[in-house]
């Protein structure tokens, strides 16, 4: 069975920094997209950072130069490392991977950022 599990949020003031990490078990064929996504009450789902088995990057406008997205191929674990956090980055972080037929996600982790 195929699992996300994210960690490393919490609470954290303004300008300060998270970690945030998704491991991954089961077996998962052919990845080809792995990203995370996140949710602020009241708002849609939305991209943050994702990479594709390319080497090919995308990161939402509003946390270029702030967050990056890396992993760690023997762990099967990913990574999204924020730094400079703004109140507006508030939201449940959602790891995410791709392959030709399914979509995973994780549970969610809780990032508050205090002004």
């Known amino acids: 069975q195929v699992q996300l599990v994210e960690s490393g949020g919490g609470l954290v003031q303004a300008g300060g920094s998270l970690r945030l990490s998704c491991d991954i078990s089961g077996r998962i064929l052919s990845i080809n997209t792995r990203g995370w996504y996140r949710q602020a009450p009241g708002k849609q789902r939305e991209l943050v950072a994702l990479i594709t088995n390319d080497g090919s990057s995308t990161y939402a406008d509003s946390v270029k130069g702030r967050f990056t997205m890396s992993r760690d191929n023997v762990k099967r674990t990913m990574y999204l490392q924020m730094n400079s956090l703004k109140p507006e980055d508030t939201a449940a972080y959602y790891c995410?991977?791709?392959?030709?037929?399914?979509?995973?996600w994780g549970q969610g982790t809780q990032v508050t950022v205090s002004s």
């Open positions: 995410m991977v791709r392959n030709g037929w399914n979509t995973y």
